[in-house]
């Protein structure tokens, strides 16, 4: 069965630092990869998503994240972080295109400090 | 365009209780997923409905648990007896079907709390 891992629990970073979320994901196969947000009080909401072609994807919200399949890695990015941008961030992956056997990461807190 | 809606937001039961939550999704879309995401975690997925049959219900603790969606828009998902370890946040999402990945939208969860 597929897994994602997330390599950081909990990021605390002040305001105008760059940013950087681990995704990791077991699955040999084709996958289609997405990054969601949930802001404190909010629904889950897609950051971004890869199914296929650039590896570098941009999303809302000036993020990016970069699919490195020898390395089953679909990492988030942001270079400059702004305290609106505290939220959960889930990594999730989905092994077929059918919509099916979607599974997500724990998630990694993120706390920007003003 | 008006999101999924699920109700009720909170639910506190005893256990041995039976609950149900229910989900309308977005308006077209065939595809509804009941996920639970307990405190400190991802979403798990329960139950995957394709219009109103079901795709993938391999997660889903079926001694206790059960879930429907018979015209195939809205959905209930039943737990009966409820147990301490269903205490959870149980999440309603739907998306567009067909081949392809789409993406799927949330609704604001259901918080059970089993005491």
């Known amino acids: 069965a597929q897994s994602v891992s997330q390599h950081n629990h909990h990021v605390i970073l002040s305001e105008a630092a760059s940013l950087e979320l681990g995704c990791n994901y077991s699955?040999?196969?084709?996958?289609?990869l997405f990054w969601y947000v949930q802001y404190p009080g909010q629904h889950l909401q897609l950051l971004l998503k890869y199914f296929s072609g650039d590896p570098l994807v941009k999303g809302i919200k000036g993020f990016e994240a970069e699919f490195i399949k020898s390395k089953f890695s679909f990492n988030l990015r942001k270079p400059s972080v702004q305290w609106s941008d505290t939220a959960e961030y889930f990594c999730a992956v989905n092994a077929d295109n059918y919509g099916q056997n979607f599974v997500f990461g724990p998630g990694t807190r993120l706390s920007v400090l003003p | 365009e008006a999101g999924v809606a699920q109700s009720p937001r909170y639910k506190i039961i005893e256990k041995r209780q039976s609950v149900a939550f229910w989900c309308n999704p977005i308006s077209g879309h065939a595809t509804l997923y009941w996920y639970q995401q307990i405190l400190g975690q991802g979403p798990k997925l329960l139950i995957q409905?394709?219009?109103?049959?079901?795709?993938?219900d391999s997660q889903l603790p079926k001694d206790r648990f059960s879930a429907e969606r018979l015209k195939g828009v809205d959905s209930t998902l039943k737990i009966q007896p409820a147990k301490l370890e269903d205490s959870a946040v149980y999440l309603c999402?739907?998306?567009?079907?067909?081949?392809?990945?789409?993406?799927?939208?949330f609704g604001p969860g259901t918080r059970l709390t089993v005491t």
């Open positions: 409905f394709q219009n109103n049959g079901v795709v993938d």
């Open positions: 699955y040999g196969g084709t996958v289609n």
């Open positions: 999402a739907s998306s567009l079907s067909g081949q392809g990945p789409y993406e799927q939208y």
